[in-house]
């Protein structure tokens, strides 16, 4: 209506309008905020107000660290796990590296072993094979038998009689290293003697087994068979030293490795020489 009489020309309808126009109240926001009360929020908003994109991306990217000093800690000790592993792979990969290295130089050396003689079975073997005055040389068979290898304990089993003096060959066993054990020779009474170290040697070879690598007998009888089958089960390797001719063919193939003894390994008694 009072935009109508705004449009009339006469003075009498167009007067009235304008009054009236001036008393309506000026229009107001429903929300009841103000240009002033509102500014401050659009002044704060910077996609409303026109600010900085670079600010808020870098509010973005800010890593979450700077809120959560817990997830710091935790971040920073797995990072230190992380470089001790590393240092730790590092030595055992120069472990393994230095053990191949020692393996290839020379790993023979490394290996422990026991050597166990049957003196009386060597003494006839040699008789028998080289004549009455063969004897055997017992310290090259201890250095045929040990080689480069670690020598932990060598046994020599003797049997003795009251006729002969062996006082001597005891001695001179004894200072290559043996450990001599001794057993007299018993009589029956049908007048035939008995004298083995059977027994008593394998039970010395079973007590050494997990103390060395390698077993050395220097015997060719053949009851051993079952013993050095034993022995391997046990964990060692198994060496057989004797002469050919006066050894049982069980004892050549159950060893591990078979040493054939010659003359290499007897006392030159040719006294021209």
Do not use: C
Not at 161 to 189: A, H, N
């Amino acid at each position: 209506m009072t935009f109508a009489m705004l449009l009339d020309e006469r003075e009498a309808v167009y007067a009235p309008a304008i009054e009236r126009l001036n008393r309506i109240p000026a229009f107001q926001p429903r929300s009841g905020v103000s240009e002033e009360t509102a500014s401050p929020y659009l002044r704060d908003e910077p996609a409303l107000n026109g600010g900085p994109e670079d600010d808020r991306r870098m509010e973005d990217a800010r890593p979450m660290e700077d809120a959560d000093p817990a997830l710091i800690e935790a971040r920073r000790y797995g990072a230190d796990l992380e470089k001790r592993n590393r240092v730790l792979e590092d030595r055992v990969r120069e472990m393994q590296r230095r053990i191949e290295r020692i393996s290839e130089e020379g790993g023979a050396e490394s290996e422990r072993v026991a050597l166990f003689i049957d003196v009386q079975n060597m003494w006839y073997a040699a008789r028998q094979q080289h004549g009455i005055a063969a004897r055997v040389d017992f310290e090259k068979l201890m250095q045929a038998a040990v080689n480069d290898r670690r020598l932990i304990r060598a046994y020599a089993y003797v049997i003795q009689t009251p006729e002969v003096d062996q006082s001597g060959f005891v001695t001179m066993l004894e200072q290559f290293s043996y450990e001599v054990k001794r057993k007299d020779l018993r009589r029956r009474s049908d007048g035939s003697a008995k004298g083995d170290w059977d027994m008593e040697m394998a039970i010395d070879m079973i007590r050494m087994a997990e103390k060395v690598d390698v077993v050395i007998l220097a015997s060719g009888d053949g009851d051993f068979v079952s013993l050095i089958q034993l022995l391997k089960e046990l964990g060692p390797r198994v060496e057989v030293f004797s002469f050919p001719h006066n050894t049982a063919r069980d004892l050549m193939e159950t060893a591990d490795h078979y040493h054939p003894i010659d003359a290499s390994l007897l006392i030159d008694m040719d006294p021209a020489r």
